[in-house]
Nanobody, 128 residues
């Protein structure tokens, strides 16, 4: 069974950067669409960014466009989320998820369609 482990979270000042990583064990990520989601205190979980199997198709939430970049290295069985120009409102627990590729990146990010595996999350805190 595929297991996902997020890393790279932490405390960063506004305007700073972090790179999150989602590493898989027990299977390979290359057969799945991968997404990053986040949940802030008192708020519902939202899709941040999703990437297709090949990496050729991506989806971003409007709130992170131009600041976050998703990428994948199938050889390393890892997906990354580069987060730049961080804002206090980016504070949340960030989760990665693996989903069935036939649903597409937008369906996965917006409606969580096809998701079959979730990681346990990593906390990102943006504060001065």
């Amino acid at each position: 069974q595929l297991q996902l482990v997020e890393s790279g979270g932490g405390l960063v000042q506004p305007g700073g950067s972090l790179r999150l990583a989602c590493a898989a064990s027990g299977g390979t990520l290359r057969y799945y669409t991968i997404g990053w989601f986040r949940q802030a205190p008192g708020k519902e979980r939202e899709g941040v960014s999703c990437i297709s199997i090949s990496g050729g198709s991506t989806n971003y939430a409007d709130s992170v466009k131009g600041r976050f970049t998703i990428s994948r290295d199938n050889a390393k069985n890892t997906v990354y989320l580069q987060m730049n120009s961080l804002k206090p409102e980016d504070t949340a627990v960030y989760y990665c998820a693996a989903g069935l590729p036939q649903y597409g990146v937008q369906a996965m990010c917006v409606s969580t369609n096809g998701i079959t595996y979730w990681g346990n999350g990593t906390l990102v805190t943006v504060s001065s």
